[in-house]
């Protein structure tokens, strides 16, 4: 059973004729701003079986411009081509759906497909039939979810143009909201995200990040690609803090060297009018915290910034100049609670005559190990705080002892000891992840992985692995260092020892990494050196 078409009331006179080959025609919006790129056109599916009602619809549509944008025409003769070619082509904007095919309903079941198993409510579905006893408007219209109805005997070229552009402009009014709304959940989503991470730099890229994403989310995002970069201000100099896209190589440079006139100038506009500046491609924003800390951010597009797109960004900025404040605090209270531990620990080696460097070296050390054996920066970063309070229980040593220079008696050693179990009881009691660590550091940090280590006597990996790597790293700087009671070691010495005790007083693996790595722990020391 196949469908019939009256082409002589499609085509009925030279007036109704509007697919002339030299001919264009062109519907345009007065807000629309054309592109350059070859996959700029609607796609519109031809479904019917008919091969001569393929060759009519292309005739009349061809030359046909819709908000600068021409047709790309698909083709399907069968439903098993039909949904081949929307899978295949999920941004197809309009569907010419004969309903006699196959079977009598055939249209109509695509029509259910294309709605509830490809979940796709965006293409518009036209209806063309020639046989309306098989498919009456009425029942049709309220039974699926098609956009129109029309029957081929009453569809003239003037008709089917009028549809197809009527079709194509709800599409894109579609899209567009659609757009909009994933724009908006971006904002929404941006300000818990970018506090995921305490890094600045960290921080810089996802609001970097989440900017892109609004400029990417375009009709043609596929073939679009944003660049930004992030600059702070410190000292009349602007550096690049991060970047994506084209600028990924200008991190830590200043601006001056390395980007182009125009963007220059327009960051600097930013910042000495302190507001967001947008361009025809592009933007550049400025905040400034109530901590006094300058920013800038810019990014480039390669699609024209439409209202909506600078309505999103003003909204994302406003977000983002709330975030930079609440990340400086953040950054503040950080670097606060760093300071206070560190002097802790400084006091705790101030009372035995050594000085503070012994705890910086040791924090490094341990970084740069953490790190090798691939522990998180995160992780990493902890651990090197909380190495610092590894000795602070020698706040609970005598003056007299710790600071013998003689040989110490059994009993004044057992009282030495003591400052691993004391900086466990000063430190255990914080529900603080960093003060957790710090207890366990200072309880376990004498303990050797052969067991005959203290207080415990605890054995291997029953170690904590941070309390291993803080045992080794002190280690070593204490032979690398003059005390009260000794002279420094020799490089070669260190090594021997090291090597002598793998697996001994030390983790193995820790071993073989402290020596692969022990150039750079020595030019840790150099860099922290004892007066």
């Known amino acids: 059973m196949h469908d019939s078409m009256d082409y002589n009331n499609l085509i009925t006179d030279e007036d109704d004729v509007i697919f002339i080959e030299d001919d264009v025609i062109s519907i345009e919006d007065d807000e629309y ?30 030359g046909f411009v819709l908000d600068g944008k021409s047709l790309r025409i698909y083709n399907a003769y069968n439903a098993d081509e039909t949904k081949k070619i929307l899978n295949e082509h999920p941004d197809i904007a309009l569907i010419l759906l004969d309903v006699v095919m196959e079977e009598y309903d055939t249209g109509l079941q695509l029509v259910k497909y294309v709605r509830d198993e490809l979940k796709n409510k965006m293409v518009r579905i036209i209806l063309r039939t020639g046989q309306p006893g098989y498919s009456p408007e009425k029942e049709v219209v309220i039974n699926y979810h098609i956009n129109d109805y029309k029957l081929k005997t009453d569809l003239t070229s003037e008709k089917m143009i009028v549809s197809v552009v009527t079709a194509l402009r709800s599409y894109k009014d579609l899209v ?37 994403s609004i ?20 000292q009349n100099r602007f550096i690049i803090e991060a970047a994506t896209g ?38 550049a924003s400025y905040f400034n915290s109530s901590w006094g800390t300058e920013n800038v951010i810019y990014i480039k597009s390669n699609t024209i910034l439409k209202e909506w797109d600078i309505d ?22 950080d670097v606060s609670h760093k300071e206070i531990i ?47 309070m590894h000795d602070v229980g020698k706040l609970g040593i005598p003056d007299a002892i710790l600071n013998k220079p003689a040989k110490l008696t059994p009993e004044e050693f057992e009282i030495i000891k003591s400052h691993s179990s004391i900086g466990y009881e000063m430190l255990k009691r914080s529900n603080v992840k960093l003060m957790k660590d710090a207890a366990i550091i200072a309880y376990q940090h ?27 790293v002190d280690v070593i700087d204490a032979l690398l260092s003059k005390r009260v009671y000794k002279n420094s070691w020799s490089v070669e010495e260190v090594i021997k020892y090291l090597q002598d005790e793998k697996g ?18 020595l030019k840790i020391q150099s860099e922290f050196k004892d007066e």
């Open 246 to 283: 084209d600028y990924k190589e200008y991190i830590n440079k200043d601006i001056n060297e390395v980007l182009a006139d125009n963007i220059l100038e327009l960051c600097k506009a930013a910042i000495t009018l302190k507001k967001t500046i947008f361009t025809e491609d592009g933007f």
């Open 342 to 388: 560190y002097t802790i620990g400084e006091i705790a080696e101030f009372r035995s005559n050594e000085t503070g460097f012994h705890i910086k070296r040791v924090a490094e050390y341990a970084y740069l190990l953490a790190l090798e054996i691939g522990i998180s920066e995160p992780e990493a970063e902890c651990l090197k705080i909380a190495s610092t």
């Open 504 to 521: 001994e007083h030390f983790d193995p693996v820790l071993v073989e990494i402290a020596l692969k790595n022990f150039d750079k722990m």
């Open 446 to 472: 004498h303990e050797k992985y052969n067991g005959k280590g203290y207080p415990q006597g605890l054995k291997g990996e029953d170690i904590d692995l941070y309390a291993r790597i803080v045992c080794i």
């Open 33 to 62: 701003q054309p592109k350059d790129d070859a996959e700029n056109a609607w796609k519109v599916l031809v479904v019917d079986d008919d091969k001569s009602v393929h060759d009519i619809t292309k005739r009349v549509l061809d």
């Open 176 to 212: 567009s909201l659609d757009l909009d709304r994933m724009g908006l959940r971006k904002i929404i989503q941006s300000t818990p995200n970018l506090y995921k991470n305490k890094s600045f730099r960290y921080f810089i890229n996802g609001i970097l990040e989440q900017l892109t």
């Open 312 to 333: 999103l960004i003003n909204i994302a900025c406003s977000n983002i100049s709330i975030a930079f404040d609440n990340m400086y605090l953040s950054m503040e209270m």
């Open 215 to 234: 400029l990417h989310l375009d009709m043609d995002a596929i073939y679009c690609r944003s660049s930004g970069l992030a600059l702070s201000v410190n």
